[in-house]
């Protein structure tokens, strides 16, 4: 399985970061499987965001639920992040995972400035 993020690297505060996850050698609605994001903030440790489960059932941090939406497109094989009024603080590397094993994106820095 290949994950690969996609999307901006600079976003303005107040603005919403959208970033999307393209998936292959696997499907994103394969039963059981949860894709989700993290991240890392400079010189900070791993933060997961949130996941999507199989049947498009979606969970979050409880930190971040109110700013954070996760979705999908089956067609495309492809689930995205949205993280609503973004601050410096959210500037980070994004991840999309498989959950529970070993398959990552290579990661893709966001950075959150005017």
């Known amino acids: 399985v290949q994950l690969q993020e996609s999307g901006p690297g600079l976003v303005k505060p107040s603005q919403t970061l959208s970033l999307t996850c393209t998936v292959s050698?696997?499907?994103?609605?394969?039963?059981?499987?949860?894709w989700s994001w993290i991240r890392q903030p400079p010189g900070k440790g791993l933060e997961w965001m949130g996941a999507?489960?199989?049947?498009?059932?979606?969970c979050y941090s409880p930190s971040l639920k109110s700013r954070t939406s996760i979705s999908r497109d089956t067609s495309k094989n492809e689930f995205t992040l949205q993280l609503s009024s973004v601050t410096p603080e959210d500037t980070a590397v994004y991840y999309c995972?498989?959950?529970?094993?070993?398959?990552w994106g290579k990661g893709t820095l966001v950075t959150v400035s005017s």
């Open positions: 995972r498989l959950q529970d094993y070993q398959y």
């Open positions: 999507i489960g199989s049947s498009g059932s979606t």
């Open positions: 050698g696997g499907s994103i609605t394969t039963k059981g499987y949860y």
